[in-house]
């Protein structure tokens, strides 16, 4: 394909990120006002608000549509992949068994797709980041190098063992940048995040009023209270005995991340793991946003599993993640255009994000990248086919 001119160039960005955002635009132009002002930062920023340019780019007919041909077949184009696997979306959490883990923490955009995709748009944006830190080219080159290596080699030692789900980035296994976030995370409290989003009035948590917070009318609080109580039954039995599911406070929220402009969200307090003021659970409840992958891939296989966005998320992530959030899950909300699938998660107290800026020499750059190449489970399983639900 000939190299585009500048301004055909720009057409395409244009046409890419209207196509992509043009209905969130119009429900929070504030948000994508905030959003755009943020990618126009620098090239990283930019480059991590846009996916589905990255997608329109290696995906049929696009820019790049050959790069992976001879390392992909009919069954390697079609795993789940992370769909958005940027330098930023990793950072620490609180398995389901109790472990302090480092992993990817964004499955927004998880899909079906290459296996090369994630590889692809990780290197890239490792790149950009190296390149804002002033790195040479021939660095940048090794540190790619490095990642992709360390991929291969934890993919082969999944194939020789039986349980794919055991290796992860722990506080007994992990080093440098990624060792600090963890001892971050370790200091981190259920209690400290409370006291930071709720107040106790006659003995009971509330969410506190706060900038982002939005009251909700009795209606919509009774919609919210119903589609929690159908989200109840997406979650696996094993994973419910141990925790009280009973509503405290519900309100809305704004004011997420660059990848989540325009997309509404409620925050669900519930009682939690006991009747104790400090072991109350804080839930997000997020709509499902179009997978930047499903924009490029023709699957009707794929297309037709999914109920709706929440339920691909979630979905997703459990296939992706070992030992996944014991409170992921879907479910479904009335709104303006009809019902709409929402990603329930609970926002952990034990999140501490990576920090580039503080890893500026080659060597501790290559400690990190050599982990970050390691998933820690990568399914290449794909149930089958269901038809959807309609309730």
Known sequence: MPEPSPEERSDIIVSTLLEAFEPLMQADPHGFRIKFR??????????????????????????????????????????????????????TYLDADGRLVFDVNDFDEAYLGHWTWDLARFAASLALLCWQKALPDEVIDDLVGRYVRAYAEQIEHYQSVADDTEWALTLGTAEGAVLDALHRAKLLTRFGMLESMTVVEDYRRRFADATGVRRLPDDEVQAVRTAFDAYLDTLPETRRGAVTFDVLDVIG???????????????????????????????????????????VVRDERAAGYFEHHGHRTATSQRALQAHADRFLGWAILPGSGGSAGYVVSEVSPYEADLDWDDVTEPADLAVLVNQLGRPRRRSTAWPTPSPRRTS
């Open 38 to 91: 943020k990618m126009a930062r620098d090239p990283f920023a930019f480059y991590r608000g846009t996916a589905c340019l990255f997608y329109a780019d290696v995906g049929e007919g696009g820019r790049y549509a050959d790069f992976d041909r001879d390392w992909v077949d009919a069954e390697s184009a079609r795993i789940w992949v992370q769909g958005d696997l940027h330098a930023e979306n990793f950072g």
């Open 253 to 295: 929220r704004s004011g997420f991340g660059i990848g989540s402009a325009g997309l509404p969200a409620y925050s669900i307090l519930i009682e939690g793991f006991s009747q104790a003021l400090d072991n109350d659970v804080v839930l997000s409840m997020k709509l499902g946003n179009v997978a930047a992958p499903s924009r």
